[in-house]
């Protein structure tokens, strides 16, 4: 499977593709470069709003907890 057509341009995966936190690297495996990223609430919320939403903002819904 290809990675997700909005890799190269989407905030949760450039700040969080190095990271440590097993949340987030697990979603980047199923979603990102995996066969949940048409799921991805990041996109439907990029569809309904025109833009992109917090960096923070995980693949499933819900922000990254510090
Ligand atoms: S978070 Fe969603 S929009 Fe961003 S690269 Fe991953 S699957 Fe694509």
Redesign the pocket.
Known sequence: MP?????D?????KKYKDTKKLACSG??KQ???GP??AQ????AY?QEHGK?PSDD???PGGMVSA
């Not at 990675?3 to 890799?7: M, R």
């Not at 991805?40 to 996109?43: G, N, T």
């Open positions: 990675d997700c057509e909005l890799l341009q989407c905030g949760f995966f979603f980047i979603y990102c470069k949940l990223q991805c609430m990041r996109k990029r992109p903002m995980m693949p």
